[in-house]
């Protein structure tokens, strides 16, 4: 669903993202059901948390897991997040390096809303540093940033729900299961950067050590 179409692709307005989205919830892409059953959103604004919550309030009510970057502002301290992955209900991703840890620019520290208590973010992280990906033209380039890692997170997401369609709909139990496939933190590793854990590539078939420890 390309939303940002502003500035050659780069930038868009709510309402843009708000109908892009809109159309993925509803678009009739199976028979069986409409919609798809996660959306990756590599985008976001600092400050907009608000706006976001009503953005994605029909997404969220109907169950449909919305996998988002934290923002690459981290080297400027705690609480530079963006929105939405910084939405409660959404599942906020920050970036690790090739060593596994957490990336100097991957944002994080505490959302704390006004009508509730506070929570850390994001709530995991992923691969997002020299990340190889296609560009404009049918070449490759490597790139980093928080928008790199939550598609990785987005595409093992996607294999739980198809292994277990049981988590179709269930935002919280998807979490909880991608939490639980995971290359939890050592002693000191994250300092409190990079959530619960740095996820796993979904293989059933492994059942064996994480290749990147």
């Not at 050659?8 to 708000?18: K, L, R």
């Not at 608000?50 to 080297?75: C, D, F, K, R």
């Not at 906020?92 to 620019?105: C, E, M, Q, R, S």
């Not at 369609?165 to 990079?194: Q, V």
Request: glycine share 16%; proline share 10%; charged share 15%.
């Amino acid at each position: 669903a390309a939303a940002l179409t502003d500035c050659g692709g780069t930038s868009g307005s709510m309402a843009q993202i708000v109908a892009g989205l809109n159309w993925l919830i509803t678009h009739p892409f199976r028979d069986q059901r409409p919609g798809v059953d996660v959306v990756n959103a590599s985008l976001g604004w600092v400050g907009y948390r608000l706006e976001w919550e009503a953005a994605l309030q029909t997404p969220i009510a109907l169950g449909v897991p919305i996998v988002a970057s934290i923002g690459n502002n981290g080297a400027k301290g705690p609480g530079r997040h963006g929105s939405p992955g910084n939405v409660q209900g959404a599942i906020g991703v920050g970036a690790t390096d090739w060593k596994n840890l957490v990336a100097p620019f991957s944002a994080w520290g505490d959302e704390a809303p006004p009508e509730g208590p506070s929570y850390p973010v994001p709530d995991l992280c992923a691969p997002g540093v020299g990340v190889y990906s296609s560009v404009p033209g049918g070449g490759y380039e490597r790139h980093s940033g928080t928008s790199m890692a939550a598609p990785v997170v987005t595409g093992v997401a996607a294999r739980h729900l198809e292994r277990d369609p049981g988590l179709i709909g269930d935002p919280p139990g998807l979490l909880e299961a991608l939490e639980a496939w995971r290359s939890p933190w050592r002693t000191g590793e994250n300092g409190n950067k990079g959530g619960a854990c740095r996820i796993r590539a979904y293989d059933p078939q492994a059942g064996g050590a994480d290749p990147g420890d």
